[in-house]
């Protein structure tokens, strides 16, 4: 089992820059995908962002493209999400989630670990 814990949550102006961290730990080996979703208000969850550990290219949701990036270090046990160029409409609860192995998918049906979310709140 796989324990994920979240940080880096607040609130920000419009045009600032968070920084979120998820650190696994637990059952952790082998290669995966972290993913980052977010859930804003009466809407429902979405797939911010993601990248397979075993190496390949991060993908991203068209609505953050070119302003947040996904990372990850400590032996891949962290992953980031670097958010600048933030906008009102980035505010929701934050979320990173684990899918074993390579997941081409934002479907969070195999994504079968996740944090307990973070708030961010983006102010015009």
């Known amino acids: 089992h796989v324990q994920l814990v979240e940080s880096g949550g607040g609130s920000v102006q419009a045009g600032g820059s968070l920084k979120l961290s998820c650190s696994a730990s637990?059952?952790?080996?082998?290669?995966?995908?972290l993913g980052w979703f977010r859930q804003a208000p009466g809407k429902e969850r979405e797939g911010v962002a993601r990248?397979?550990?075993?190496?390949?290219?991060?993908d991203y949701a068209d609505s953050v493209k070119g302003r947040f990036a996904i990372s990850t270090a400590n032996a891949k046990n962290t992953a980031y999400l670097q958010m600048n160029s933030l906008k009102p409409e980035d505010t929701a609860v934050y979320y990173c989630?684990?899918?074993?192995?390579?997941?081409?998918?934002?479907?969070?049906?195999?994504?079968?670990?996740w944090s307990q979310g973070t708030q961010v709140t983006v102010s015009s």
């Open positions: 990248v397979y550990t075993g190496g390949s290219s991060p």
């Open positions: 989630a684990i899918c074993d192995g390579i997941c081409y998918t934002f479907s969070q049906s195999v994504y079968n670990n």
């Open positions: 637990g059952d952790t080996y082998g290669s995966k995908t």
